[in-house]
T-cell receptor
């Protein structure tokens, strides 16, 4: 089955700096890569996703890049704000299968 | 309007008891899920279900069973609760399966004493 590794497990940045979270996957058939944000006491919420036919996607301060050859994808948050503090999860899934795997999570703290 | 709701939010019970967690979605989605999040925040899929197929994660004990009275509901029944079942359980739904956005409920914190 798929194995999704996520790094780092914790990340602290100063407000205004950028934050980068990286994930690797093992199954080359994976073709959908979402990122979820989980605030304290809440369920995860999708913030951005990318499919395998795209190398990069951006939405305001958030961007995701995908390198299919190397089997890794990354989340980039620019101009971080205190409200970005949360746990972030990457995930990978295969369209035609019944497989969906979350990474182990990154706890991001933005220091004001 | 709450998209995905779960009840109860907190559940404290003793070992050996049987309990249920209810989940309802008003998004018209056809696929629903149950996840377990442990104390280290690891999220693990337990079940996915649409009106045609139930997919069970093979590592889930058969003490756990999903029951869907209709397309908008997927309840989780747990028999003979064990200490290791203590976790936060999330219900989620999506419109078409794994390759689409999943909407999560607020979670149910289960504590087994």
């Amino acid at each position: 089955g798929e194995n999704v590794e996520q790094h780092p497990s914790t990340l602290s940045v100063q407000e205004g700096d950028s934050a980068v979270i990286k994930c690797t996957y093992s199954d080359s058939a994976s073709n959908y890569f979402p990122w979820y944000k989980q605030e304290l006491g809440k369920g995860p919420q999708l913030i951005i996703d990318i499919r395998s036919n795209v190398g990069e996607k951006k939405d305001q301060r958030i961007a995701v890049t995908l390198n299919k050859t190397a089997k890794h994808f990354s989340l980039h948050i620019t101009e971080t704000q205190p409200e970005d503090s949360a746990v972030y999860f990457c995930a990978a899934s295969i369209n035609t299968g019944n497989q969906f795997y979350f990474g182990t999570g990154t706890s991001l703290t933005v220091i004001p | 309007d709450t998209a995905v709701s779960q009840t109860p939010k907190y559940l404290v019970t003793q070992m050996g008891n049987d309990k249920s967690i209810k989940c309802e979605q008003n998004l018209g989605h056809d696929t629903m899920y149950w996840y377990k999040q442990d104390s280290k925040k690891f999220l693990k899929i337990m079940f996915s279900y649409n009106n045609k197929e139930l997919i069970i994660n093979e590592t889930v004990p058969n003490r756990f069973s999903p029951k869907s009275p209709d397309k908008a509901h997927l309840n989780l029944h747990i028999n003979s609760l064990e200490l290791g079942d203590s976790a936060v359980y999330f219900c989620a739904s999506s419109r078409g399966g794994w390759a689409y956005e999943q909407y999560f409920g607020p979670g149910t914190r289960l504590t087994v004493t």
